[in-house]
Antibody, heavy 119, light 108 residues
Framework: EVQLVESGGVVVQPGGSLRLSCAAS????????MHWVRQAPGKGPEWVSQ????????YYAPSVRGRFTISRDNTRNFLYLQMSNLRPEDTALYYC????????????WGKGTTVTVSS | EVVLTQSPATLSLSPGDTATISCRAS??????LGWYQQKPGQAPRLLIS???ERAPGIPGRFSGSGSGTDFTLTISSLEPEDSAVYYC??????????FGGGTKVEIK
């Protein structure tokens, strides 16, 4: 069974840092690009970042560029999102998602991990 | 950034009806537009990629059409399980990948 399980979401103060993790299983992890997508309460999804299968190419939404870093460990089948200088508007449910064969659609999603930025 | 505008915001229909959801892009996205379904408390699920290609396991009741700036998701013979919020997403001009604001389909 293809599965993505996120972890690492907590309550953090503005300006703080956090690393999210995503454990992948049930598919050949290093064959696919991976994404982070977030969803604020009551809002639609917002794409955050994408990383290529090898990890050599990374892309970011303007709202997080320079503050977030996506990475992957293909030996352990893990995806990461390092988040720094967090703002209240970063509060959301963060999903890890597998890129489709078209790369830039997301065809498998985890259940998400909640990040709350508040003092 | 490509802005995707969905209409209507809410659709209230009966079982067996046909739902038609529109997604309009602020600039051409050619045929690089997909659709997702999200039920309460669940992650989004990919329904359709590149206008009309159904994802594995998606029933034929779901179909997509359009090109350029105007796209449509059609759900025929609505079933109660189709109650959800539907989002469009473009992959033509990125980063960033962008989603529409969503259309809620209610089955009466």
């Amino acid at each position: 069974e293809v599965q993505l399980v996120e972890s690492g979401g907590v309550v953090v103060q503005p300006g703080g840092s956090l690393r999210l993790s995503c454990a992948a299983s049930g598919f050949t992890f290093d064959d696919f690009a991976m994404h982070w997508v977030r969803q604020a309460p009551g809002k639609g999804p917002e794409w955050v970042s994408q990383i290529s299968w090898s990890g050599s190419d990374t892309y970011y939404a303007p709202s997080v560029r320079g503050r977030f870093t996506i990475s992957r460990d293909n030996t352990r089948n893990f995806l990461y999102l390092q988040m720094s200088n967090l703002r209240p508007e970063d509060t959301a449910l963060y999903y890890c998602a597998k890129g489709s064969y078209d790369v830039s659609y997301m065809d498998v999603w985890g259940k998400g991990t909640t990040v709350t930025v508040s003092s | 950034e490509v802005v995707l505008t969905q209409s209507p915001a809410t659709l209230s229909l009966s079982p067996g009806d046909t739902a038609t959801i529109s997604c309009r892009a602020s600039q051409s996205v050619r045929t690089y537009l997909g659709w997702y379904q999200q039920k309460p408390g669940q992650a989004p699920r990919l329904l359709i990629s590149d206008v009309s290609e159904r994802a594995p396991g998606i029933p034929g009741r779901f179909s997509g059409s359009g090109s350029g700036t105007d796209f449509t998701l059609t759900i025929s013979s609505l079933e109660p399980e189709d109650s959800a919020v539907y989002y469009c997403q473009q992959r033509s001009n990125w980063p960033p990948l962008t989603f529409g604001g969503g259309t809620k389909v209610e089955i009466k």
